[in-house]
């Protein structure tokens, strides 16, 4: 989980301050500590001083037991441990106060000036003063005089000094201004920086959610304001390239239906085009038989004639008859191939074909039908099939339909003296057949190429062709998922190359 700004900011803020009052703390508490100890050591002198004093005035008019009972007077939490009397030759004449810390004081001392000085007792830390009753003369007139000096312990420990209170309120202080300017902090951070970007949020989530426009939040540094009203910008740019989008993709609609209404148009054109090129074929194609079968009949209607003529009639009659016949039937083949594709099995079981082909098989068969006929002879056939040539989605019958009918095309096309005409299968990049017919004519015009597979389309002399045997070539192989197409060969004919994929 991602911690948010403010409470990112607050942690750095408060390591901050971690590490400014910290060493500050301890700073403070060291320096009142040696403040406190360095009052204690003038206040403990200015006490022994004073408690000496008061002892030398009272030892020349008070006796031996009164003394004492002043030494004990001068005792106490705030005042000496322990105080000593000495002699005008610097010994120890009587001292008071606890017996091990009355220890501490010593045996004798000099009576030629004040002595100052730090010692430990049982207790703790102390400081001895030593003051001569004299005022610091020296030690021989301090004998002449008959005058001693008085030795105070004053305790420094400190424990007895009162610093820990004041180090709890430099603490306390410490953290009451942390805690203040976190506090502070966090309104300020809330108020300056959390809510605006928060506005600024809601108000991109708004847009998000189909708003026109991004109210910017008033509030806040001016950063965030610049950074709103970048952002407003930025908003109002895209909802402008989005209108000049939506517009654009308005008209490009408008085109693409204008362009389909056209095309529609074209396609009904087209269609047209067909249905005037289909009808002046078929009045091409079957109008010349039925005119002379009319005029046969009208002969026969005259009478008058032999048997013979009668019967040649007839006959003339027939021919014409099963070429029309033969165009109808090539009309039929080409108008309905996708239903001999789809019901060639069934077709196939009818007649006792497979549903599939073997294109091998196919060639060896036209090969042996067409090696016979009139327009072969004298045209050298030429076949390469590769043996992993694979079965075809197309019935054997119908294979051998399309191979003749590229086949006779060839043969009409090649010169009689020395035409050539190559066969090839082999297997495509897709792992189907591809059936290759090349010839050595002189090829395909290329005005004609376009429409080659269009009923009706020849490049025969009238008469000598329907323009039909192409069209159903490739309604058999379009049906049975294939592909037909025509180029020029390396000898400079035609070369029809036919794709079908494997069965």
């Given at each position: 989980?991602?911690?948010?700004?403010?409470?990112?900011?607050?942690?750095?803020?408060?390591?901050?301050?971690?590490?400014?009052?910290?060493?500050?703390?301890?700073?403070?508490?060291?320096?009142?500590?040696?403040?406190?100890?360095?009052?204690?050591?003038?206040?403990?002198?200015?006490?022994?001083?004073?408690?000496?004093?008061?002892?030398?005035?009272?030892?020349?008019?008070?006796?031996?037991?009164?003394?004492?009972?002043?030494?004990?007077?001068?005792?106490?939490?705030?005042?000496?441990?322990?105080?000593?009397?000495?002699?005008?030759?610097?010994?120890?004449?009587?001292?008071?106060?606890?017996?091990?810390?009355?220890?501490?004081?010593?045996?004798?001392?000099?009576?030629?000036?004040?002595?100052?000085?730090?010692?430990?007792?049982?207790?703790?830390?102390?400081?001895?003063?030593?003051?001569?009753?004299?005022?610091?003369?020296?030690?021989?007139?301090?004998?002449?005089?008959?005058?001693?000096?008085?030795?105070?312990?004053?305790?420094?420990?400190?424990?007895?000094?009162?610093?820990?209170?004041?180090?709890?309120?430099?603490?306390?202080?410490?953290?009451?201004?942390?805690?203040?300017?976190?506090?502070?902090?966090?309104?300020?951070?809330?108020?300056?920086?959390?809510?605006?970007?928060?506005?600024?949020?809601?108000?991109?989530?708004?847009?998000?959610?189909?708003?026109?426009?991004?109210?910017?939040?008033?509030?806040?540094?001016?950063?965030?304001?610049?950074?709103?009203?970048?952002l407003a910008l930025m908003t109002g740019r895209l909802r402008a390239d989005e209108e000049s989008l939506r517009a654009k993709i308005e008209e490009v609609e408008r085109y693409a239906a204008d362009l389909k209404s056209a095309q529609e148009r074209l396609v009904r054109s087209e269609r047209l085009a067909s249905v005037g090129r289909l009808s002046a074929g078929l009045a091409h194609e079957i109008g010349n038989p039925i005119a002379a079968i009319l005029g046969f009949q009208e002969l026969l209607l005259t009478g008058g004639l032999t048997p013979a003529e009668e019967r040649d009639f007839l006959e003339r009659m027939k021919r014409e008859t099963e070429r029309i016949h033969k165009i109808l039937r090539d009309l039929l083949d080409f108008a309905r191939p996708a239903a001999l594709g789809a019901g060639e099995a069934e077709g196939a079981g009818r007649a006792g074909e497979e549903p599939s082909g073997s294109v091998a098989e196919a060639i060896e068969d036209v090969l042996s039908l067409v090696a016979p006929q009139k327009a072969f002879r004298g045209v050298e056939l030429a076949r390469e099939v590769a043996p992993d040539v694979p079965r075809v989605p197309l019935s054997q019958g119908r294979l051998v339909q399309v191979l003749l009918n590229l086949l006779l095309n060839a043969a009409d096309a090649v010169p009689r003296a020395g035409g050539r005409v190559w066969v090839r299968a082999s297997r495509g990049a897709d792992g189907g057949a591809q059936i290759e017919v090349e010839d050595n004519g002189p090829g395909i015009a290329e005005a004609v190429r376009e429409t080659l597979f269009e009923p009706f389309i020849t490049t025969k002399e009238v008469g000598e062709g329907t323009g039909l045997g192409l069209a159903v070539c490739r309604g058999l192989v379009e049906a049975a998922g294939g592909a037909i197409g025509v180029g020029r060969g390396e000898a400079g004919g035609a070369r029809f190359v036919v794709r079908l994929p494997a069965a």
């Open positions: 989980m991602r911690l948010g700004i403010r409470l990112q900011l607050l942690i750095a803020l408060g390591s901050l301050l971690v590490l400014a009052f910290v060493p500050l703390f301890f700073a403070v508490a060291s320096l009142t500590r040696a403040t406190m100890g360095g009052v204690r050591e003038s206040s403990a002198r200015a006490i022994g001083r004073a408690i000496a004093g008061h002892v030398a005035a009272a030892r020349a008019t008070r006796s031996a037991p009164g003394l004492s009972l002043l030494l004990e007077a001068q005792l106490g939490p705030d005042g000496a441990s322990a105080v000593g009397v000495y002699d005008a030759a610097g010994a120890l004449a009587d001292r008071a106060g606890e017996p091990d810390v009355a220890a501490a004081l010593p045996a004798s001392v000099g009576l030629g000036a004040e002595v100052l000085r730090a010692v430990r007792t049982p207790r703790g830390g102390a400081i001895l003063v030593v003051v001569p009753e004299n005022g610091g003369e020296g030690a021989g007139r301090a004998r002449e005089a008959g005058a001693g000096a008085v030795a105070v312990l004053v305790p420094t420990d400190p424990s007895t000094v009162p610093a820990a209170p004041l180090v709890r309120i430099v603490a306390l202080y410490t953290g009451v201004v942390a805690l203040a300017l976190l506090v502070f902090a966090y309104f300020s951070m809330t108020r300056l920086v959390v809510r605006p970007i928060d506005q600024l949020s809601r108000a991109a989530r708004r847009v998000a959610g189909g708003a026109r426009d991004l109210e910017v939040p008033r509030a806040g540094a001016r950063e965030l304001a610049q950074l709103g009203a970048s």
